[in-house]
């Protein structure tokens, strides 16, 4: 069963390079009295993923800061490795936006939002979507009807929900 807006996000700890290698995040201590976005793509460097949804955050952050959002996160179902390298080739990390990996796809699967697609070799990964999580509370949950759209879950998108 999917999260629905007015749920509480699960409990999960996600991964992202830090100075000294790979390191764990609390996602519930990073949204702790907090308004974040968060957005979710079924793996870096695919194409969908690297060439409209990362770069539609990159270009709506000013307008998400400007709605009092504290932070921007982008969860994919990659090692931190991956995660962190993509960040730089997409420009999201020098935009401010925090790239984590969910490489075990637990948060995605508590979620609800994970999928499976062997033919294209992508398993247990996350559906495209995007929400806003107020103290670790869902209030605006866009979720793409596949992970080929990005229309709804778009930096765009989000901020028309808002």
């Known amino acids: 069963m999917s999260i629905s807006t007015g749920d509480k996000i699960p409990s999960a ?3 992202r390079m830090g100075e000294n290698g790979p390191e764990a995040v609390d996602l519930a201590a990073l949204t702790a009295g907090r308004k974040v976005v968060i957005f979710a793509v079924p793996g870096a460097f695919t194409g ?10 990159v270009r709506t952050k000013d307008q998400f800061d400007a709605k009092g959002v504290d932070e921007i996160i982008c969860v994919t179902v990659n090692d931190p490795f991956v995660t962190g390298a993509w960040g730089e080739v997409t420009g999201a990390t020098a935009a401010g936006i925090t790239m984590l990996g969910d490489p075990m796809s637990k ?6 939002m994970d999928f499976t697609n062997e ?13 806003v999580v107020e103290d670790g509370t869902i209030t605006v949950l866009n979720e793409e009807e596949n992970p080929g759209l990005c229309d709804v879950s778009a930096g765009e998108g989000l901020l028309d929900a808002m």
């Open 13 to 15: 700890t996600l991964t």
């Open 48 to 57: 969908v993923c690297h060439n409209a949804h990362v770069p539609s955050f």
């Open 107 to 112: 948060f995605t699967q508590a979620m609800g």
């Open 119 to 131: 033919d294209a070799g992508l398993i247990a990964r996350s559906k495209r979507y995007a929400m």
